[in-house]
Every structure is written in C-alpha cells, then in structure tokens.
C-alpha cells in the first residue's frame, strides 16, 4: 500500500469531494492508460463517488467516471434488452485514465474528452467500445504555479460549437479555452476571484456563462474573451441561504433563461433582465440541473432526482441508489434514458424519468 499526501485546490464549502488537505491511502495498481483486471474491495466500492457522465455520438454507451481515476463504459443495448442479465449491467470495460478523480467527461465527435488533476485527455470511442484503450492526446492547460503539487484540479468541461472549442474550467479562477481543430489553449477568460465550478454556452449569442466559488455568476462575449454581465446571486435575498455560503456548483441556459444554485436557492433568471424570476424551495444544496421538456430536472444532497415546475413548485422527487447525486445526463441518442449518479458505484437508469428501471454497476 501507498500513502500519500494529497494537497486540494478545492474549497471546503458546498458540494465538495476532498478536504484541502488530507491523506489517502491507494493500492498500488495500475498505471495510468491501462485496462483494469482486478476486482475492487469492498471498502473501496463503498467509498466510490462517480462524479462524470457521458453518451457516446450514437447514444448506445455510457461513459462514467469515479474518484479513484477510473472510467467505465457500459453498453446500454446490453443492459436495456429485455433478458439483460446482471452481467450485462457492468462494466463492459473499465481502465484508469487519471491519477486523480475524473471530475468531467464530454463527447465532441467521435472522441470522449476526460479530465483529472490539471490535465485533459481524449479517447477515441470506436476503439473504447473494442476495449483498446489509448489516449489520443494529453494536455494541461498553462498555469503560474511553482509546483506540480499545486497544479489545480479540472472541474468543468463544455464545448462551444460556434467556433469548435473547449472551454475548461477549475481551481485556477480561470477559464481556458482549447481550440479543438488546432489542439492548442489560444486564450484565457479572467475574473473570478475563486474555483470555477461550471459553465454553460449560450449558443444563440455566442456568450458563455460561468460559476464558481466566489458566487458570481459570470456571462463572456466568447470572441472578445470579455465579461460582460456579473450577478452575484448570493446577494439577492430571495436566494440566499448564507449558512451554507455562496458558491454556485451547477449551470444551465435555454435561450434567454438560466438555472443556478449551490449555497443559494436553485434559481431561474431572465437573462435580458438579469432577474430571477422563480425560487425552488429544495432544501438541499443542488449540484446538477436540467431542462427537459416543460420542467427542470435538479439533483444534489438526497437520494432523488427532483422534478420542479418552471413556476417555482416542487412537482416529485423521484428516488434513486446514491445518497448524493453529482452528475445528471440525458441520453438524446438511440436509447433515450436519464443516468443519475453520485455517491455510490451504482449508476442508476430511468428509462422514464419519474421511474428508476435498474442500475448500471462498476
């Protein structure tokens, strides 16, 4: 066994998934890149957070990836056919893509694009799906840190399709943005004063929408890489909740409306106003929120999925396996599902949303 010193660039409030300093006790195992063949101990399975959901292009795999590093890949036509056996709901491939957590996974073409501690890597689904496991490319974006043990952590990926570019987002402050086509970092949006937690693109108006630590969430002008608009959502009475903070942990847009929360209430705004116009009385600190069809989809402390009318109104709140959820993802592919998955090994599939069908397993 390995023991080492783990130093977190994350803070200690909200929706966290370390301690800022802490030690940790690893198995040696395998290095980074390779295909996993042991089984995993009890208390290790016990201990798995999933923090990262992504379908492949044609929405008949599922990606998930845990904070020991792992990635898994499930095939969804195995585990949705009417005779699916408990086989068929694990892992058809799991390997170990990063030595830290893997907090995002994203789908752009024909690749899964995942990050840990400070560095990006790209996978190319045909080849996961006949269980080859080889990163494309590995990249870190630039930081002015002394030390590798001060590199930040990666907490939110998006792509932007106006111009093919990925916008990364972590314990730095800022965001970078890689250009896809070209495989380089061509500029760095700055103004958050602390982590960026998520990120969201406006694609009607070419704006990008980020929040972090310090509370702000900030609108940029993606060609000018300038911030244009700032709300602090922590201010605004309605949606404060100051005994758990400020931090905002989840972010999503719909043409001129956006969802947020975190510390503060989930909240929908205008965004030509730049008002809220709906509180959700949800108790928990939110970590995921969505909007599906004429409602939201919103997940974080608590073992359920909550369903919320555009209104203000909590309509369900469907149960689910992990106690916390982290990661909510919507299938628009060949198999329509939403995956719920958190503080668990078990990611958990709705074939209906307000129906938990069964679970997928690491």
Known sequence: ML????????????????????????????????????????????????FSQSFSPCGRFLAAG???????????????????????RKALLTFTAHRGPVFCLVSVGGQLLSSGDGEISAWNWAELIKKNVKAVWTKRPQHNFRSSMEIPEINAMVVNPRDNSLLVGGGDNNIHVLDLEHGVFKC????????????????RDGEVLSGGEDGAVRMWDSRAGQCVHCVDVHKYQKCARPQFGKWISCLTTDSD??????????SLWHLRSLTPTSIFPLSGCQRQVSF??????????????????LGGEVKAQI???PHNVNSLQLNSGEHQVLTAAGSSE?????????????????
Do not use: K
């Not at 660039?9 to 040696?28: H, Q």
């Not at 409306?257 to 989930?266: D, R, S, T, V, Y």
């Open 3 to 50: 023991t080492v010193r783990l130093v977190s660039t994350r803070s200690t409030s909200g929706w966290l998934r370390a301690p800022r300093s802490c030690d940790v006790t690893f198995p040696r195992r395998l290095c980074c890149f390779q295909e996993s063949a042991r089984t995993m101990s009890p208390i290790e399975l016990l201990h798995m957070s999933v």
């Open 66 to 88: 845990n904070n020991y590093g792992e990635i898994a890949v499930f095939s969804l036509c195995a585990a949705l056919s009417a005779d699916a056996s408990e086989a068929a």
């Open 188 to 203: 760095v949006f700055r103004g958050h004063s602390d982590y960026v937690h998520c990120l969201s693109v406006r694609e």
């Open 257 to 266: 409306w956006m969802l947020c929360g975190g510390a503060p209430f989930l």
């Open 292 to 309: 599906y069809q004429d409602m939201i989809l919103a997940a974080g402390e608590g073992a359920f999925v909550s369903h919320c009318l």
């Open 319 to 321: 149960p689910c396996r």
């Open 346 to 362: 078990l990611v958990d599939v709705f074939t209906n949303v307000s129906y938990r069908a069964f679970s997928l397993s690491f």
